[in-house]
């Protein structure tokens, strides 16, 4: 008999009148490997060969740790009017299941890096945390989910979204946000996630994680929710139950459509956007910090729906 995590909260919550905090399930170490893979790829800019290595990348892995995969390929037409391939990769654990989570991240990285102390505006970013941090976040939830499934009637996506940070942010954002908007206007059935956590910039060396503004207002009752789990399992020092302001990303097209959803972002890296932004300046303890509270949000989800 194999006993999972998801069935011992279960049983604790019902003997104890409360669950208890998760275990922890993610691995830091293979974390940061994955990150120095993708940023070993080279820049990961929509139409480079980077871009082409990454998403084949992905593709192999998310087939060999989930129960299936969907690919979503279109072509986004730039306002500069570049032809620009795009590649949404979702992992699924249990599809037919009617409830669900899903988790996002942007795996594409920015062609310029454009930031006002970057030291080579003309130069692209490496993007170990600003796309590799999130990416090697989901990857290991892929990993925690296929070692110890979830009851079959809970189910799990898990987005690997393309083009977030091709453009401008404006106001308005011009060739931005593509990946996530194409989901939003074509989600994968059965069902609407119960809700959705953008995972992004979640790497960083003493980065802290606060309370972005639009999750605030879409799903306040979700941001608790992950706040809450962050805070059981001890990274309340680093899930700070402070503000940050409004945040354009990932979550902001899938609020549109009518999904409740957050952003959990290490908002303020120095390293945004600028070439310094490489696997150097990751911290396992902040990727560790993310990673378990991403899977612990899920175990104690599925345990009491």
Request: charged share 20%; hydrophobic share 45%.
């Amino acid at each position: 008999m194999r006993v999972h995590p998801w069935l011992l909260t279960a049983v604790a919550l019902v003997a104890c009148g409360g669950p208890p905090p998760p275990t922890p399930e993610f691995d830091a170490a293979a974390a940061l490997a994955r990150i120095e893979a993708q940023v070993a790829f080279g820049p990961r800019v929509p139409g480079t060969v980077g871009h082409g290595a990454m998403a084949a990348w992905l593709d192999s892995l998310a087939r060999m740790g989930s129960d299936s995969v969907v690919v979503q390929r279109w072509t986004h037409l730039s306002a500069d009017g570049d032809s620009l391939p795009m590649v949404n990769v979702i992992a699924r654990f249990n599809p037919a299941a009617r409830d669900r989570l899903l988790y996002l991240a942007h795996w594409d990285t920015r062609p310029r890096a454009d930031s006002p102390t970057s030291s080579d505006p003309s130069a692209p970013v490496s993007g170990a945390n600003d796309g590799g941090s999130g990416v090697a976040v989901l990857l290991g939830v892929m990993d925690a989910l296929q070692r110890s499934p979830l009851p079959a009637d809970a189910g799990v996506d898990l987005l690997f979204v393309d083009g977030e940070d091709y453009g401008a942010f404006g106001p308005p954002p011009v060739d931005v946000l593509i990946g996530s908007s194409y989901y939003a206007s074509n989600p994968l059935p059965p069902a609407r996630p119960d809700f959705a956590v953008v995972w992004d910039m979640v790497g960083g060396r003493d980065a802290r994680f606060r309370k972005e503004q639009y999750s605030m207002i879409a799903a306040p009752d979700v941001v608790a929710r992950v706040w809450r789990v962050a805070e059981q399992m001890g990274y309340g020092s680093v899930f700070m139950d402070a503000d940050v302001g409004a945040i354009t990303d990932d979550h902001v097209p899938l609020i549109n459509a009518g999904i409740r959803a957050i952003d959990v972002i290490g908002w303020g890296d120095p390293h945004w956007h600028t070439p310094n932004d490489t696997p150097d300046k990751i911290s396992t303890e902040t990727l560790a910090a993310a990673g378990n509270v991403a899977i612990g949000v899920i175990r104690l989800w599925a345990a009491e729906r």
